[in-house]
T-cell receptor
Framework: AQSVTQLDSQVPVFEEAPVELRCNYSSSVSVYLFWYVQYPNQGLQLLLKYLSGSTLVESINGFEAEFNKSQTSFHLRKPSVHISDTAEYFCAVRNSGYALNFGKGTSLLVTP | EAGVVQSPRYKIIEKKQPVAFWCNPISGHNTLYWYLQNLGQGPELLIRYENEEAVDDSQLPKDRFSAERLKGVDSTLKIQPAELGDSAVYLC??????????FGPGTRLTVL
């Protein structure tokens, strides 16, 4: 079964600093990858997705992720974070049955 | 457009009691998922429905868990009897075929 590994359980960062949340996936012929964000006591919201095409995908709130086939990675980046970006971030891969296999999550804590 | 609706948002019960969670997917979404999210972990699939048919229930503990999706719209997930280890967040998601999943806010279950 396809799986993802999130390499950091917690990432503390100062406001306006850049951040990278790391995600590696198990190798596969074709892979569909997602990043979801979960704010406290809320459900998951799709941040961005890679299905095919351009390896660099962007979200509307400044996050981007790059699909790197040679390194089997799909790291999430933002050049300048805000306090409001504090949340739990989940990387996920779609399995053959269309359900998602999630990583364990990375807690991003942005402080002033 | 209304999102995925779940109720209740919070539930506290004594162990060995039954409990039920309800989900109303986004209108027109044929696929419905139930995920279990333990504290500090990513969601894990319990069951996936295509219309009213459960097409993937391999991860559903069938000795105490059951689910139904009558008429291919709303769904109910039941636990009977509940155990202490069932304390978690139960997430419902829906999608149109092959497209991204939209998640509800979840039901936080506490078993005492």
């Amino acid at each position: 079964a396809q799986s993802v590994t999130q390499l950091d359980s917690q990432v503390p960062v100062f406001e306006e600093a850049p951040v990278e949340l790391r995600c590696n996936y198990s190798s596969s012929v074709s892979v569909y990858l997602f990043w979801y964000v979960q704010y406290p006591n809320q459900g998951l919201q799709l941040l961005l997705k890679y299905l095919s095409g351009s390896t660099l995908v962007e979200s509307i709130n400044g996050f981007e992720a790059e699909f790197n086939k040679s390194q089997t990675s799909f790291h999430l980046r933002k050049p300048s974070v805000h306090i409001s970006d504090t949340a739990e971030y989940f990387c996920a891969v779609r399995n053959s049955g269309y359900a998602l296999n999630f990583g364990k999550g990375t807690s991003l804590l942005v402080t002033p | 457009e209304a999102g995925v609706v779940q109720s209740p948002r919070y539930k506290i019960i004594e162990k060995k009691q039954p409990v039920a969670f309800w989900c109303n997917p986004i209108s027109g979404h044929n696929t419905l998922y139930w995920y279990l999210q333990n504290l500090g972990q990513g969601p894990e699939l319990l069951i996936r429905y295509e219309n009213e048919e459960a097409v993937d229930d391999s991860q559903l503990p069938k000795d105490r868990f059951s689910a139904e999706r009558l008429k291919g719209v709303d769904s109910t997930l039941k636990i009977q009897p509940a155990e202490l280890g069932d304390s978690a967040v139960y997430l419902c998601a829906s999608s149109s075929p092959g497209n991204e999943q939209f998640f509800g806010p979840g039901t936080r279950l506490t078993v005492l």
